[in-house]
């Protein structure tokens, strides 16, 4: 297991996660690490990842890891926190590239066993809504679902936020 504490921040869309995994993070001693895996395709995209960069302070160092998550964390120093926003984004980009997902997780958990430095994780939390019309949709759902289950279970603490409030489900 880490040194260091693994934080999940889950919630829906616009609930505050970010944020709040931003501040779990600042509170620690700069600089940290930020791994972005969202990809700007369009430009509402870029606007999105522009609002997440501009509150973000120059103690921030951004990482891009839209597919190959695992390596990316086992690239980076070992000593120094991290938020990687987000796994559901990440989670996208491997379904939609045909990427194998199991073991995609399997090598993320790997990877996060073995920092040591403190490392918080955002993932939305989808399951909460009416069942999608189409099979991408559900399998995606289904796969967000296992996703979020998997790291949880390794994850020291996991915090759902909603309207901007954490309520801590698993304390540390």
């Known amino acids: 297991m880490t040194d260091g504490p693994t934080i999940l921040v889950l919630g829906g869309a616009r609930s505050g996660k970010s944020r709040h995994a931003e501040a779990i993070v600042s509170a620690l001693p700069p600089p940290w690490l930020y791994v972005a895996t969202a990809q ?3 430009a509402e995209m870029e606007e999105r990842i522009a609002i997440h ?3 973000r302070s120059s103690d921030w160092q951004t990482v891009e890891a839209p597919i190959d998550l695992s390596a990316t964390l086992k690239s980076l120093p070992g000593d120094r926190p991290v938020l990687i926003d987000c796994l559901t984004v ?4 491997l379904v939609l590239g045909e990427h194998d997902v199991e073991r995609a997780t399997d090598a993320l958990e790997d990877a996060l066993q073995r920092r040591d430095a403190a490392t918080v994780l955002v993932s939305s939390e989808v399951g909460l809504s009416i069942v999608p019309d189409n099979a991408l949709a559900r399998r995606f759902r289904d796969a967000q679902g296992v ?5 949880a279970e390794i994850a020291d603490r996991v915090v759902l936020v909603a309207a901007g409030l954490p309520l801590v489900l698993k304390p540390q």
């Open 147 to 151: 996703l979020n289950q998997r790291i």
């Open 40 to 42: 700007s395709f369009d």
């Open 53 to 55: 960069r501009a509150r």
């Open 90 to 93: 990440w989670l996208s980009n």
